[in-house]
């Protein structure tokens, strides 16, 4: 796995419904992003991991979405009772650490669309 | 908290020619990092090209360099001999030093650059 891979690819959903979405980064990175780019518009900061641990969770958007990860390896950011403004495209990144500043390396994202 | 500012929705320009995309930011912070990512529409998001803002000479990456210039918090990205795998959105971004990399990257809306044949 040379790359941050995500899945689905696409996911349609019907409003209410729950809706998890995965990231597995690339091995030995111990950071995690999670990104939310709504359509026409750039990416929106949600929240980041240290290893398996999230400091601050005050970038999500409601008390709807919630993340985990687990060890330093796959995270699922979870929705639930979707909304139509959930409706964006989710990208999740890695990096070496968060503890400094490195290059972050992006999945090809989950497209996320709400009926 | 910073903001990222592209003011230029649109560019569309002829393969081989030189083309400049703009960006603004706002920060009270004197150490931080600036980078320019290309996203195709397979999403994927790459970065093109980094600036600490720490260093005066601006960074250069083969065809692509950048003009920074910290006093008007201007980060402006140059493409050279653009060629048709250039065309995509191309997002600038910034990253505080102080927040190390828990801040996460503040994106500006992207410019939607199309190289024509």
């Known amino acids: 796995g040379a790359g941050v891979s995500q899945s689905p690819s696409n996911k349609v959903t019907e409003k209410g419904k729950d809706v998890e979405l995965r990231c597995d980064p690339i091995s030995g990175h111990t950071a995690l992003y999670w990104y939310r780019q709504r359509l026409g518009q750039g990416l929106e900061f949600l929240i980041y991991?240290?290893?398996?641990?999230?400091?601050?969770k005050s970038g999500l958007p409601s008390d709807r979405f919630s993340a985990e990860r687990t060890g330093e390896s796959v995270s699922t950011l979870t929705i639930q009772r979707t909304q139509q403004e959930d409706s964006a495209v989710y990208l999740c990144a890695s990096s070496f650490s968060a503890m400094e500043i490195y290059e972050q390396y992006f999945g090809p994202g989950t497209r996320l669309t709400v009926t | 908290a910073q903001t990222v500012t592209q003011s230029q929705p649109e560019m569309s320009v002829q393969e081989a020619e030189t083309v400049t995309l703009s960006c603004t930011y706002d920060t009270s912070e004197n150490n931080y990092y600036l980078f320019w990512y290309k996203q195709p529409p397979s999403r994927q998001m790459i970065l093109v090209i980094r600036?600490?803002?720490?260093?005066?000479q601006n960074a250069t990456e083969n065809r692509f360099s950048v003009n920074f210039q910290k006093a008007a918090k201007s980060f402006s990205l140059k493409i050279s001999d653009s060629q048709l795998g250039d065309t995509a959105m191309y997002f600038c971004?910034?990253?505080?030093?102080?927040?190390?990399?828990?801040?996460?990257?503040?994106f500006g809306k992207g410019t939607h650059l199309i190289i024509q044949p």
């Open positions: 600036q600490e803002a720490y260093k005066q």
């Open positions: 971004a910034f990253m505080g030093y102080s927040g190390g990399g828990a801040d996460g990257l503040t």
């Open positions: 991991f240290q290893g398996n641990s999230a400091p601050d």
